[in-house]
Nanobody, 124 residues
Framework: QVQLVESGGGLVQAGGSLRLSCAASGRTFGTYTMGWFRQAPGKEREFVAAVSQNGFPTYYGDSVKGRFTLSRDDAKNTVYLQMNALKPEDTAVYYC?????????????????WGQGTQVTVSS
């Protein structure tokens, strides 16, 4: 079993930045692909970013590519999502997830463990 605890969400003005953190405990952290998803009210859960178990490569959804950066620090059992140039359409609950997979990192069903979510609100 893996437990994921997220932090770093909040309210930010359009054009600003936030960094989300996801601290993991339980089973061996380095064996898992780590992903970030987001969900706005009334919308489907959307893939944001993922990083493989060895730290490379990373993958990004088209809507965040060039603005968001995902990284992992296995020594701290933590993954980060650096979000820059935020837009109002980035407003959502952001979820950290962990799983073991080959090429299904964009699919939320591929992940076995989820954090509680953290709210990100971007004002215009």
């Amino acid at each position: 079993q893996v437990q994921l605890v997220e932090s770093g969400g909040g309210l930010v003005q359009a054009g600003g930045s936030l960094r989300l953190s996801c601290a993991a405990s339980g089973r061996t952290f380095g064996t898992y692909t780590m992903g970030w998803f987001r969900q706005a009210p009334g919308k489907e859960r959307e893939f944001v970013a993922a990083v493989s178990q060895n730290g490379f490569p990373t993958y990004y959804g088209d809507s965040v590519k060039g603005r968001f950066t995902l990284s992992r620090d296995d020594a701290k059992n933590t993954v980060y999502l650096q979000m820059n140039a935020l837009k109002p359409e980035d407003t959502a609950v952001y979820y950290c997830a962990a799983g073991i997979m080959y090429n299904t990192y964009r699919n939320s069903y591929a992940y076995d463990y989820w954090g509680q979510g953290t709210q990100v609100t971007v004002s215009s």
